[in-house]
Nanobody, 127 residues
């Protein structure tokens, strides 16, 4: 049974930093096929960062130079380090695993597409 649990969200001032965690269970974590998405009212779902089993990473231009991902295999955790946060980064951030389809296109809601497993999300509020 695969489970993803996000944590680390909360309120933060613009220019500040947060590190989100996605702790996984139920699958081998040494070669994760995972992604971080975000969703906010009035905006389309955005894939923030993704990493494949071959270690290929992709990220949204909106977070370039500010966000990075890392992983702790011993603790089955994928991190999203977010620096220089902006009010536009306010969103619910979701972790996802096991890619099964390409990006399907713009949509308001993230969960349920491209990746088989999704966490419940963690709210990040930048003011």
């Amino acid at each position: 049974h695969v489970q993803l649990v996000e944590s680390g969200g909360g309120p933060v001032q613009a220019g500040g930093s947060l590190r989100l965690s996605c702790t996984a269970s139920g699958f081998t974590f040494d070669r994760p096929d995972m992604a971080w998405y975000r969703e906010s009212p009035g905006n389309d779902c955005e894939m923030v960062w993704s990493i494949t089993r071959d270690g290929i990473t992709r990220y949204s231009d909106s977070v370039k130079g500010r966000f990075t991902i890392s992983q702790d295999n011993a603790n089955n955790t994928l991190y999203l380090q977010m620096n220089d946060l902006k009010t536009g980064d306010t969103a619910v951030y979701y972790c996802a695993s096991e890619l099964y389809s390409p990006w399907i296109g713009s949509r308001p809601k993230c969960r349920g597409y491209e990746y088989k497993y999704w966490g419940q999300g963690t709210q990040v509020t930048v003011s």
